[in-house]
């Protein structure tokens, strides 16, 4: 999209090119553009338009009308805008930044992520500015409607936001005139109104603060018949409570730091939160999260914002929850810190705890405190602590989740944002040390996992060692050595770590130990059961308790997962040598023999399952190699197919597994033949078949049967009727019917090759039979592909057409891609036999499509051919030209002769003189000669003097 262009939906619908506006059309024109814009980079489906822009109410020609209005659209905007047609459908291209409504919501992310008040606020009141009124306004159509309402919503959170940071920043009196307005417009949102009460106290304006409570609490109970919510209760309360006397003020905040980045959004949630003090408790808001996260950091920098709402005294109390050589604080040490605090002289402080605790309560009910509870081991430490009266304001940090502890809010906090964490190694480290080596520094921002202690741990090697640059502290950190880096004192990310790790009990120790050999990333209870010999109820209580810990994240629900520096620790501390081989023998009894017909749960467990077999002993790991290899195939995992083969292979070779090894080569021979021609799988078939012992009939059978295949599809004059004929005794020897389908199969396909299209047909319905008595569905698409190209090859598309529809609905239910791909291309072919040319068109897209995403050339070349004569007979020479020189592109590539014998007779077809197509002609009716196919190269030898001048 040029980048003059710029789409505004956030008012009436602007299109502009430079300085000119650009009209797109009518309304209704301009309703589909505004869809277009906002999916953009997404395709939409004609249906999908017509059902966006018209709701029920489609034009007399219905989908027809598509087209034409992207048309006109297109034909509206600059020439080099990218409006697309694909095989799906249409999507609208755009470049960053052309979208008013995406410059919105990335600026206020930017100012979510800011660590600044004052400039987060400058960009709310930035992405504000973009409103020019009610967004997409007098468009039509429900879908328009629904997007106004969501962006109107949208602007009303970030207007909320940039109030409460106005208010935070003690601009009271420019936030009342908006405010006021805004109540008037919003007379049942209580945010708003919470807002305005607050800027007018700030202002000195209680009485009107109050009335304005009266006034929306009279509305809600008029007209709604209910009371106003708590936020709305409280302020009012804070209004009506009389000031305490004034004690010497104390302010124990430790300094903030010269470096804190981020945590705009939390840290305005924080504020917000114990800025308002009202009921008969005192507001608690309790932050948590892993160790060297950032809550301190946090808690600090929110006390220091609040001091002024707490004139009494800020006060400061570390715990020692999680402090390295330090036991807990106990209670009566923190309390008589407390009572200290406030001005109580030593003299009078009581000797008994709950005589203290109790004086702390009565003193601090006539105060207003802000009382930070830093590194608390467990609720109950706070819960004693808490002050007597809901003047005072508790901000408490911890490793654990405080589940018991009665918080007014909590607050989890994660990793830093990767902006945010480059923003602090730059800060600490100093400006100049990356040398404009931007990707250097966001390598760096993930090797200390965007922890910001091991940020700041990084940042400071970094200043203290001028010699060291970014790519060598980089290089350090990769690896086993990165704990050890980011350690080297008691503050070091290890040793936090490892004090979290010693309070926990021995069942969880035992856990979390465990769950560092897990191979993979994230991991459900099974699995993590698996590891540590225990059931599964047992597990799923300990990785919960864990989570608590702030030693496991639970990205949703069921799984788990580590931070990366805390899946090294683990892995350091594990030491159950059997824990690996419980999780291969768990993954391998949860497969079975093969992973299906239902594959989500491998899709889930698919890197765990790769990364599994990378550490399984080579008995297990053969065993996984057999099972992930036909799933992978189906997926068209074809890099992770072929590396899962090769594992299996090595490990077969390590242990003289000679059936393993023969298993494996067959699979491998299968799926290279099946993927890139015949010629691909023939050494694995060979090796497979002097691999398989006598003694295993069923395997010898598959192997022969797929060796025959081969060797007659690469030399139809080869004795590869012996070797399919012996497959079919032995399979039948060893009861095998699955290898008879698949030998039967073979020889069905063979016969077409030479064109012997009743002897196939034959075969195929005998396979065919003998599938539906096993009773397995997955047999049967292929079996009805080939019955379909029989009749086909008899002129019949009738019952061919009937027979690809199976083959479809076989193949969606068993999720089998290559199946359907070729059931599309032969449905397609039925299709143009009946004359049904545009249909014909229409499905070989779809074959094509399917095809390519599978990353088969052989499925690519056949939808290709196909395409090509559904084109052709639509007239539209040129496109079936093109698809035909593709398709002999990659046939030459693959040595596959019949594709390449198709190819240049669809070439001929397309060649407007005589004399090319002649030629075209003579070079496929040699190649057939060449490759053995006597009857298809004197078919096409007929052809010639049709063409001859």
């Given at each position: 999209?040029?980048?003059g262009?710029?789409?505004d939906?956030?008012?009436?619908?602007?299109?502009?090119?430079?300085?000119a506006?650009?009209?797109?059309?009518p309304?209704?024109?301009?309703a589909?553009?505004?869809?277009?814009?906002?999916?953009?980079?997404?395709?939409l489906t004609p249906e999908?338009?017509?059902?966006?822009?018209?709701?029920?109410?489609?034009?007399?020609?219905?989908?027809k009308?598509v087209p034409?209005?992207?048309y006109?659209?297109?034909?509206?905007?600059p020439?080099?805008a990218?409006?697309?047609?694909t095989?799906?459908?249409?999507?609208?291209?755009?470049?960053?930044?052309?979208?008013?409504l995406?410059r919105?919501?990335?600026t206020v992310?930017?100012?979510?992520r800011?660590?600044?008040?004052?400039?987060?606020l400058?960009?709310?009141?930035?992405?504000?500015?973009?409103?020019?009124?009610?967004?997409?306004?007098?468009?039509?159509?429900q879908?328009?409607?629904g997007?106004?309402?969501?962006?109107?919503?949208?602007?009303?959170?970030?207007?909320?936001?940039?109030?409460?940071?106005?208010?935070?920043?003690?601009?009271h009196?420019?936030?009342?005139?908006?405010?006021?307005?805004?109540?008037?417009?919003?007379?049942?949102?209580?945010?708003?109104?919470?807002?305005l009460m607050?800027?007018?106290?700030?202002?000195g304006?209680q009485?009107e603060a109050l009335?304005?409570?009266?006034?929306?609490?009279r509305?809600?109970v008029e007209?709604?018949?209910?009371?106003?919510?708590?936020?709305?209760?409280?302020?009012?309360?804070?209004?009506?409570?009389?000031?305490?006397?004034?004690?010497?003020?104390?302010?124990?905040?430790?300094?903030?730091?010269a470096a804190?980045?981020g945590?705009?959004?939390?840290?305005?949630?924080?504020?917000a939160?114990?800025?308002?003090?009202?009921?008969?408790?005192?507001?608690?808001?309790?932050?948590?999260?892993?160790?060297?996260?950032?809550?301190?950091?946090?808690?600090?920098q929110a006390?220091?914002?609040l001091?002024?709402?707490y004139?009494?005294g800020?006060?400061?109390?570390?715990?020692?929850g999680h402090?390295?050589?330090?036991?807990?604080l106990g209670t009566e040490q923190?309390?008589?810190?407390?009572?200290?605090g406030?001005?109580?002289?030593?003299?009078?402080?009581?000797?008994?705890?709950?005589?203290?605790?109790?004086?702390?309560?009565?003193?601090?009910?006539?105060?207003?405190?802000?009382?930070?509870?830093?590194?608390?081991p467990?609720?109950?430490?706070?819960r004693?602590?808490?002050?007597?009266?809901?003047?005072?304001a508790?901000?408490?940090t911890?490793?654990?989740?405080?589940?018991?502890?009665d918080?007014?809010?909590?607050?989890?906090?994660?990793l830093l944002?990767?902006?945010?964490?480059t923003?602090?190694?730059?800060?600490?480290?100093?400006p100049?040390?990356?040398?404009?080596?931007?990707?250097?520094?966001?390598?760096?921002?993930?090797?200390c996992?965007?922890?910001p202690?091991?940020?700041?741990?990084?940042g400071?090697?970094l200043?203290?060692?001028?010699?060291?640059?970014?790519?060598?502290?980089?290089?350090?950190?990769?690896?086993?050595?990165?704990?050890?880096?980011?350690?080297?004192?008691?503050?070091?990310?290890?040793?936090?770590?490892?004090v979290?790790y010693?309070?926990?009990p021995?069942d969880?120790?035992r856990?979390?130990?465990?769950?560092?050999l897990?191979?993979?990333?994230?991991?459900?209870?099974?699995?993590?059961?698996a590891?540590a010999g225990?059931d599964?109820?047992?597990?799923?209580v300990?990785?919960e308790?864990l989570?608590?810990a702030s030693?496991?994240?639970?990205?949703?629900?069921?799984?788990y997962?580590?931070?990366?520096?805390?899946?090294?620790y683990?892995?350091?501390?594990?030491?159950?040598?059997?824990?690996?081989?419980?999780l291969?023998?768990?993954?391998?009894?949860?497969?079975g023999?093969?992973?299906?017909?239902?594959?989500?749960?491998?899709?889930?467990?698919?890197?765990?399952?790769?990364?599994?077999?990378?550490?399984?002993?080579?008995?297990?790991?053969?065993r996984f190699?057999?099972?992930?290899a036909p799933?992978?195939?189906?997926r068209?995992?074809l890099?992770?197919?072929?590396?899962?083969?090769?594992?299996?292979?090595?490990?077969?070779?390590?242990?003289?597994?000679?059936v393993?090894?023969?298993?494996?080569?067959l699979?491998?021979?299968?799926?290279?033949?099946?993927r890139?021609?015949?010629?691909?799988?023939?050494?694995?078939?060979?090796?497979?078949?002097?691999?398989?012992?006598?003694?295993?009939?069923?395997?010898?059978?598959?192997?022969?049967?797929?060796?025959?295949?081969?060797?007659?599809?690469?030399?139809p004059?080869?004795?590869?009727?012996d070797?399919?004929?012996?497959s079919?005794?032995?399979?039948?020897?060893?009861?095998d019917?699955?290898?008879?389908?698949?030998?039967?199969?073979r020889?069905?396909?063979?016969?077409?090759?030479?064109?012997?299209?009743?002897?196939?047909?034959e075969?195929?319905?005998r396979?065919?039979?003998?599938?539906?008595?096993?009773?397995?569905?997955?047999l049967?698409?292929?079996?009805?592909?080939?019955?379909?190209?029989?009749?086909?090859?008899?002129?019949?598309?009738?019952?061919?057409?009937?027979?690809?529809?199976?083959?479809?609905?076989?193949?969606?239910?068993?999720?089998?891609?290559?199946?359907?791909s070729?059931?599309?291309?032969?449905?397609?072919e039925a299709?143009?036999?009946?004359?049904?040319?545009k249909?014909?068109?229409?499905?070989?897209?779809?074959?094509?499509?399917?095809?390519i995403?599978n990353?088969t050339?052989?499925?690519?070349?056949?939808?290709?051919?196909?395409?090509?004569?559904?084109?052709?007979?639509?007239?539209r020479e040129?496109?079936a030209a093109?698809?035909?020189?593709?398709?002999?592109?990659?046939?030459?590539?693959?040595?596959?002769?019949?594709g390449?014998?198709?190819?240049?007779?669809?070439?001929?077809?397309?060649?407007?003189?005589?004399?090319?197509?002649?030629?075209?002609?003579?070079?496929?009716r040699?190649?057939a000669?060449e490759?053995?196919?006597?009857?298809?190269a004197?078919?096409?030898?007929?052809r010639?003097?049709?063409?001859?001048?």
């Amino acid at each position: 999209m040029p980048s003059g262009l710029r789409i505004d939906l956030l008012g009436p619908l602007t299109v502009r090119s430079g300085a000119a506006e650009i009209s797109v059309g009518p309304l209704r024109q301009q309703a589909m553009f505004a869809v277009l814009a906002l999916n953009a980079d997404r395709v939409l489906t004609p249906e999908q338009l017509l059902d966006l822009v018209w709701d029920d109410d489609p034009p007399p020609t219905g989908i027809k009308v598509v087209p034409t209005y992207v048309y006109r659209i297109r034909k509206s905007l600059p020439a080099d805008a990218r409006l697309e047609r694909t095989t799906a459908g249409y999507v609208l291209r755009l470049d960053p930044g052309v979208l008013d409504l995406e410059r919105f919501e990335t600026t206020v992310r930017a100012a979510g992520r800011h660590s600044d008040p004052e400039q987060a606020l400058a960009l709310h009141e930035q992405a504000l500015a973009l409103f020019r009124g009610q967004p997409l306004s007098g468009l039509p159509g429900q879908y328009l409607a629904g997007q106004r309402r969501r962006i109107a919503e949208r602007r009303e959170k970030a207007l909320g936001t940039r109030i409460q940071l106005q208010l935070a920043a003690d601009r009271h009196v420019e936030a009342i005139p908006e405010l006021i307005g805004l109540v008037a417009d919003h007379p049942f949102d209580e945010r708003f109104a919470v807002l305005l009460m607050n800027a007018l106290a700030g202002s000195g304006r209680q009485a009107e603060a109050l009335e304005t409570y009266q006034r929306v609490r009279r509305t809600l109970v008029e007209q709604l018949g209910i009371e106003p919510g708590p936020e709305l209760r409280a302020a009012q309360q804070t209004l009506l409570r009389v000031e305490a006397p004034a004690v010497p003020s104390r302010n124990e905040l430790p300094y903030g730091g010269a470096a804190f980045a981020g945590r705009a959004a939390e840290l305005a949630e924080v504020v917000a939160a114990l800025r308002t003090t009202a009921g008969s408790a005192p507001p608690v808001l309790a932050i948590d999260g892993m160790a060297g996260i950032g809550k301190t950091a946090l808690a600090v920098q929110a006390g220091h914002l609040l001091a002024a709402q707490y004139p009494d005294g800020q006060l400061f109390v570390d715990l020692h929850g999680h402090t390295p050589g330090r036991e807990p604080l106990g209670t009566e040490q923190a309390v008589d810190h407390l009572l200290r605090g406030i001005g109580v002289p030593a003299d009078q402080i009581p000797g008994c705890l709950e005589d203290r605790l109790s004086l702390w309560r009565s003193k601090s009910a006539r105060l207003r405190l802000l009382v930070v509870l830093d590194n608390a081991p467990d609720a109950e430490s706070v819960r004693r602590l808490l002050p007597g009266a809901s003047d005072c304001a508790v901000l408490v940090t911890s490793r654990r989740l405080l589940v018991e502890l009665d918080a007014k809010r909590r607050l989890g906090l994660g990793l830093l944002a990767m902006d945010d964490a480059t923003a602090l190694l730059i800060e600490i480290a100093g400006p100049d040390r990356h040398g404009g080596d931007e990707s250097a520094v966001r390598e760096l921002a993930e090797h200390c996992g965007r922890l910001p202690l091991a940020l700041r741990i990084a940042g400071a090697r970094l200043r203290h060692r001028p010699a060291w640059s970014m790519q060598h502290l980089n290089q350090r950190l990769r690896g086993r050595r990165r704990l050890r880096e980011l350690d080297g004192d008691s503050n070091g990310v290890r040793s936090a770590f490892a004090v979290s790790y010693e309070h926990l009990p021995e069942d969880q120790r035992r856990m979390f130990a465990c769950l560092g050999l897990f191979p993979g990333k994230d991991f459900d209870a099974h699995a993590a059961a698996a590891l540590a010999g225990i059931d599964v109820p047992a597990a799923e209580v300990l990785l919960e308790s864990l989570v608590d810990a702030s030693l496991l994240l639970a990205p949703r629900p069921g799984r788990y997962e580590f931070h990366d520096l805390l899946r090294g620790y683990a892995a350091e501390v594990a030491d159950d040598a059997s824990a690996v081989g419980r999780l291969v023998e768990h993954y391998l009894a949860v497969a079975g023999p093969e992973i299906g017909p239902d594959l989500s749960w491998a899709d889930v467990e698919r890197p765990n399952l790769l990364a599994a077999l990378e550490v399984a002993e080579d008995a297990a790991a053969v065993r996984f190699a057999l099972v992930l290899a036909p799933y992978l195939h189906r997926r068209s995992r074809l890099d992770e197919l072929d590396a899962v083969l090769t594992t299996g292979l090595a490990a077969a070779a390590r242990r003289q597994d000679a059936v393993g090894e023969a298993r494996l080569l067959l699979l491998r021979g299968n799926f290279g033949q099946f993927r890139c021609g015949p010629q691909k799988g023939l050494c694995d078939l060979r090796r497979a078949a002097e691999l398989a012992p006598d003694d295993e009939p069923g395997l010898r059978a598959r192997i022969l049967g797929s060796l025959g295949y081969t060797q007659g599809t690469l030399d139809p004059s080869s004795s590869h009727a012996d070797l399919l004929r012996t497959s079919l005794r032995l399979a039948n020897l060893a009861g095998d019917r699955e290898a008879v389908v698949e030998t039967l199969g073979r020889l069905a396909a063979l016969a077409v090759r030479q064109h012997g299209f009743a002897m196939a047909l034959e075969y195929y319905e005998r396979a065919l039979e003998l599938a539906r008595e096993i009773g397995d569905e997955r047999l049967e698409p292929e079996l009805l592909n080939g019955i379909a190209v029989c009749r086909l090859a008899a002129d019949d598309p009738l019952p061919a057409l009937e027979a690809t529809r199976a083959a479809q609905r076989l193949a969606a239910v068993h999720e089998l891609d290559f199946s359907m791909s070729y059931a599309l291309c032969h449905q397609g072919e039925a299709h143009r036999r009946l004359g049904r040319t545009k249909l014909a068109v229409e499905i070989h897209e779809q074959a094509l499509k399917l095809a390519i995403g599978n990353c088969t050339h052989l499925d690519e070349v056949d939808a290709r051919l196909h395409l090509g004569r559904s084109l052709l007979s639509a007239g539209r020479e040129e496109s079936a030209a093109e698809q035909f020189d593709l398709a002999l592109r990659l046939s030459q590539d693959r040595g596959h002769a019949l594709g390449i014998v198709d190819a240049l007779a669809g070439l001929a077809d397309c060649a407007p003189q005589p004399a090319r197509a002649d030629r075209l002609i003579r070079r496929a009716r040699d190649v057939a000669t060449e490759a053995g196919y006597g009857a298809l190269a004197a078919r096409l030898e007929c052809r010639r003097p049709a063409v001859q001048v």
